[in-house]
T-cell receptor, first 116, second 115 residues
Framework: AQSVTQLGSHVSVSEGALVLLRCNYS??????LFWYVQYPNQGLQLLLK??????LVKGINGFEAEFKKSETSFHLTKPSAHMSDAAEYFC??????????????FGTGTLLAVQP | EAGVTQFPSHSVIEKGQTVTLRCDPI?????LYWYRRVMGKEIKFLLH????????ESGMPNNRFLAERTGGTYSTLKVQPAELEDSGVYFC?????????????FGSGTRLTVV
């Protein structure tokens, strides 16, 4: 069965500091992996996705994530945090099953706070 | 292109009442999904439509929840009668393909509070 673990429900960084949000997954087949972001009073927005191409995936707003199969991880990073990055971030996994409902399995989310 | 639209954005109802949530997917997206986030927990899958047909409703909590998708366009999710544990944020998403590598476009959600 698929599952996602996000370590740290709350992460606080200073503006300009590195952002690292951790995500580990479990999947019996090669997965698709996603990071979504939810800004206050908005919907879920796709940041980036891994679909078995390059293991280093670049997304919007300067974020990137690296798929590491040996560590079953898909951590999200950004070299320099900006105040506008304050939001809740969700990691999700989906199994690559042809013809089926490839539902997303989400982690519990990480709330990122950026301090001035 | 208009995004996924959900309304109402907020709803507060009393236990035992009925509430209907609506989702308008992106035009042309055959695949429509409902997800829910109960306070403090993960976002969980409820069901998946392909056009007007239910492809997978394995995540529906119980028979108090009824989802429909009229003519393969907009979808409604009715909760009748609502219970306290139904409170949470209900998200709708749509996709042009059931292959998840496309990713989904989510709406802003409906925050349901049952008191």
């Amino acid at each position: 069965a698929q599952s996602v673990t996000q370590l740290g429900s709350h992460v606080s960084v200073s503006e300009g500091a590195l952002v690292l949000l951790r995500c580990n997954y479990s999947s019996s087949v090669p997965p698709y992996l996603f990071w979504y972001v939810q800004y206050p009073n908005q919907g879920l927005q796709l940041l980036l996705k891994y679909t078995s191409a390059a293991t280093l995936v670049k997304g919007i707003n300067g974020f990137e994530a690296e798929f590491k199969k040996s560590e079953t991880s898909f951590h999200l990073t950004k070299p320099s945090a900006h105040m506008s990055d304050a939001a809740e971030y969700f990691c999700a996994v989906s199994e690559n099953l042809g013809g089926a409902t490839n539902k997303l399995i989400f982690g519990t989310g990480t709330l990122l706070a950026v301090q001035p | 292109e208009a995004g996924v639209t959900q309304f109402p954005s907020h709803s507060v109802i009393e236990k035992g009442q009925t509430v209907t949530l609506r989702c308008d997917p992106i035009s042309g997206h055959d695949n429509l999904y409902w997800y829910r986030r109960v306070m403090g927990k993960e976002i969980k899958f409820l069901l998946h439509f392909v056009k007007e047909s239910k492809q997978d409703e394995s995540g529906m909590p119980n028979n108090r929840f009824l989802a429909e998708r009229t003519g393969g366009t907009y979808s409604t999710l009715k909760v009748q009668p609502a219970e306290l544990e139904d409170s949470g944020v209900y998200f709708c998403a749509s996709s042009p393909s059931r292959v998840s590598s496309y990713g989904y476009t989510f709406g802003s959600g409906t925050r349901l509070t049952v008191v």
